[in-house]
């Protein structure tokens, strides 16, 4: 009887547990090849940025070292997937390839080009939706639309019960006679040198172990306090799991498992795994909404009379505004990867409400500096704060970065920590230290506009232009109003 060898394409499902097409085609009981295609080029506008590039070089080498434990491993190619998946096919006499679907625009589209190549050289393909917690086709309104309101999305949810239970890993996973060849992880040219940032690597562990020991600490430190501690970008309140959910290190089904068995009274984790909700609907949005990574989805703010000022974007992008809250969050990015959740909506809002510059030229940096840059919800987080998305915060909803930085960072400390130049400021200044007296000032070693810039715009002046902007094209908005995930000016 031939044997049925296999060929695992991997893509950002980069676990060996609750993995379907790792475990069916370790099921098959012929050899498996795992397999992960370099191919920036077949992304589209949406390769891989710089910090996900630095997370994902890691994240492949320790993937490598789960499967070596399974007494496989993970081939590396470069090129045009499809060409390079039927090439490898016929060079292992694989007569599959399964992989995960993906939900993103250009991912789908290649999906296609790659069944299409690959069944027209006589090669079975086998499919598995497993980065989300249901079947992301399978959601919809009772007429068959799909849903642009979250809270409709939840309810929908909630009546489907728990996702299906994940996978366990396979229990060996049968190599070929002879592995074909692979490059290294530096032929692959991912990190280049100027981007190995230290600051990255002191702060994550990319891989399955890392998602799994900082799942546990958060169990052991953070669920409990979730619900009011998320919003505290001075404290350890968030799961900071975001970027292995992204490369798929632990599954969305897997981590609402572990967290509902943890807390089985729901108590501590119905906030969180609303969270997970969230996730999931930005997912359907993008996968019915394709162009909504560049455009507006509620039509009418294609009309807003943005600005094109490249000296306030990059004072905006390096931290240099002279909000102390935004330019803590923008060098947190910068320095780390990663900006927390509250501080993300600060930052945005400033720029698109303040700045009145283009949400798409922030989603574009996000992109590029977030080691968890996740196209479904890096899209709906801008779309939601310009409230031209699905289930956004309404237009006139206006972040105020003094107020917020003084309600969630009320000592300051988080502003200390990514703009120490303030650090000898009093609380009452820090965060708007263009209103401390001169003295202060000078007790505190610092001179506004050479050690610290002074405000690029005034909030209160800005504000008004913002809804005036706004006003231009009201008589079109529909300013429905969702407290769920909105949260008022101040």
């Known amino acids: 009887m031939e044997v049925q060898q296999t060929l695992v394409w991997l893509r950002r499902d980069l676990r060996v547990t609750d993995n379907p097409a790792l475990y069916m085609a370790a099921a098959r009981g012929g050899p498996v090849i795992p397999v992960y295609v370099w191919a920036p080029e077949d992304e589209g506008d949406w390769s891989p940025g710089s910090a996900a590039k630095w997370w994902l070089e890691r994240s492949l080498a320790a993937f490598d070292c789960s499967l070596r434990n399974l007494d496989s491993r993970l081939v590396l190619r470069r090129g045009q997937t499809a060409k390079t998946l039927c090439s490898l096919a016929k060079e292992t006499g694989a007569t599959s390839v399964f992989w995960q679907m993906g939900c993103e625009p250009n991912s789908l589209e290649l999906e296609r080009q790659v069944q299409t190549a690959l ?9 598995f939706d497993s ?22 999305y939840w309810r929908k949810l909630q009546s489907l019960g728990n996702p299906i239970p994940p996978l366990q890993p396979p229990g060996c996973i049968r190599p070929p006679d002879l592995w074909p060849t692979s490059l290294t992880l530096e032929d692959l040219g991912l990190c280049k040198e100027e981007q190995a940032r230290p600051l990255f690597s002191a702060k994550w562990e990319p891989g399955e172990k890392g998602a799994l020991q900082t799942l546990t600490k958060f169990l052991d430190d953070g669920l409990k306090f979730y619900s009011y501690r998320r919003d505290r970008p001075d404290l350890s309140g968030t799961s900071l799991l975001s970027a292995h959910l992204n490369f798929g290190e632990i599954s969305a089904r897997m981590l609402w498992e572990i967290v509902s068995d943890h807390d089985r009274t729901g108590e501590y984790s119905g906030k969180f795994l609303t969270e997970l909700g969230w996730r999931e609907f930005a997912r359907h949005v993008l996968y019915h ?23 306030d974007l990059e004072a905006w992008q390096f931290g240099r505004t002279g909000y102390p809250f935004v330019d803590a969050g923008m060098r947190q990015l910068l ?7 509250r501080v993300r909506m600060v930052v945005a809002s400033f720029l698109i409400k303040d700045l009145m510059l283009p949400w798409q030229e922030g989603s574009r940096w996000f992109w590029e500096k977030l080691v968890d840059a996740d196209l479904a919800s890096n899209t709906m987080g801008w779309q939601w704060v310009a409230g031209s998305g699905a289930s956004s915060a309404p237009y006139f909803r206006i972040f105020n970065p003094v107020t917020q930085g003084e309600k969630f960072d009320p000592k300051g400390a988080y502003v200390r920590r990514w703009v120490p130049e303030l650090s000898g400021l009093p609380d009452v200044w820090v965060h708007k230290p263009w209103l401390a007296p001169r003295k202060t000032l000078e007790h ?30 009201k008589k079109d908005l529909n300013s429905e109003d ?5 949260i008022a000016s101040g």
């Open 444 to 473: 505190a070693g610092l001179r506004l506009g050479t050690d610290y810039p002074e405000p690029i715009v005034d909030h209160a002046s800005s504000r008004l232009a913002a809804l005036s902007g706004f006003q231009a094209i």
């Open 335 to 341: 320095s780390v990867g990663w900006i927390h959740n």
């Open 131 to 152: 980065s989300g917690l249901f079947d992301i086709g399978g959601i919809a309104k009772d007429d068959g639309s799909p849903y642009k309101v979250f809270a409709a």
């Open 482 to 486: 969702e407290s769920t995930r909105g």
């Open 119 to 127: 069944t027209e050289n006589g090669i079975a393909t086998e499919t």
């Open 289 to 311: 909404f394709p162009d909504t990574t560049t455009e507006p989805m509620r039509r009418e703010f294609s009309r807003f009379p943005w600005r094109s000022d490249l000296t």
